[in-house]
């Protein structure tokens, strides 16, 4: 254990940023928390940089307190994150979805610096780390693969906005199969016409469904004839 002075600064572990970050009123209670009772868990660092206690080092900054730190010794980096973030944190599965997408991109990306594979191989690797992440935080892997589709096609706010709870998984994908300007546009909307916007998605995409189902329904003339056009059950000839 180290105390570092109040004036200390650290980078982000790229794994720390899994976790969306605490909105401004859960860390002020945090950091009235920490006033009254003082640090009682360290930031751990690793490699110099934040693994695990960002919100806790905002609070204490806030504060102008002296911050304890700890090395990480474990070998384990991910599974730390992700257990000692879901105990503290009361995510919504979308939000779950969201953090294993993240986190199947950058197991994958770990692999790929591994060894050099090939693109089926590439593949292979991505549903694997989507299960390994599903599996991690506690969600299906089809929201998992629902996630990854946002990340990879989406506007980059987009995911985050999943991450932080201010929009549901399935209304994302929605979005995120729109164009590039499409999606801009809704994400520069106010918040009221935001709600609207994303509503307007979901409807088109009820009625392209509905439309494509009766299309794919035979006409009643259809189910009276047989295949060859006759009536069903007569004999031509």
Known sequence: MKTEPAEVSFDLHPWADLFPLMCDEGLTL???????KGQREPIVLSEGKILDGRNRFRGLKALNRPIETLNFEGDDPVSYVADHNLHRRHLKPSQRAAVAAWLSELLRADNLEESAE???TADSALALTQAEAANQLGVS???VAAGSTIKIQGHPDLINLVKNGIMGIESAVLVSDLSMDSQEEILNN???DFRKAIKDVRDKNKLGKTRAGESSEPSSNSK????NGTAAGSVSG
Do not use: T, V
């Open 224 to 227: 009276r004839l047989g295949y």
């Open 30 to 36: 945090l950091s009235l928390s920490l006033q009254d």
């Open 190 to 192: 106010s918040p009221e």
């Open 141 to 143: 892997k089809r929201l």
């Open 118 to 120: 090939s693109e089926d």
